[in-house]
Every structure is written in structure tokens, then in C-alpha cells.
């Protein structure tokens, strides 16, 4: 779990980096758009673990199983 100074500009960093979760309060307390904050690190948390699995945007596996 990524803990501390995650934002939606390095979200993805801290997810190609292993982590399976990430725990945030400053970023999306602190942004004029909350909602928007917290659905853009998700939005991160997302693609990421589709890579990991093999799945593309369209729901299909790739062909070698690794995105």
C-alpha cells in the first residue's frame, strides 16, 4: 500500500511499483474538485491492475497474458 503524497499525477508510479492499494487524504481534501481527485487516482488503480492481469480496455486478454 502506497501511503502519503499520492496524487493523481503520481498514482500510477506508486501502482507500477507494486502497491495493491493506496491511501490518500491530503490530495483529495485538499483539491477544488474532490470528486474528481478521488476518481482520477481510482482511474489509475484501475488500468494498472488490468495491465497486471492482461486485460485491455475493451475487457479482452491479451494474447501473452501481460498487457
Known sequence: ???GGVTPWNARDV???GA???AVRSAVARSEDPES???AIFAQSVATASR???IRSNGERHANGNG
Do not use: P, S
Open 52 to 54: 497486471r492481469r492482461g
Open 15 to 17: 501502482f507500477e511499483a
Open 37 to 39: 481527485t478521488a476518481r
Open 1 to 3: 500500500v502506497g501511503i
Open 20 to 22: 495493491d492499494g493506496v
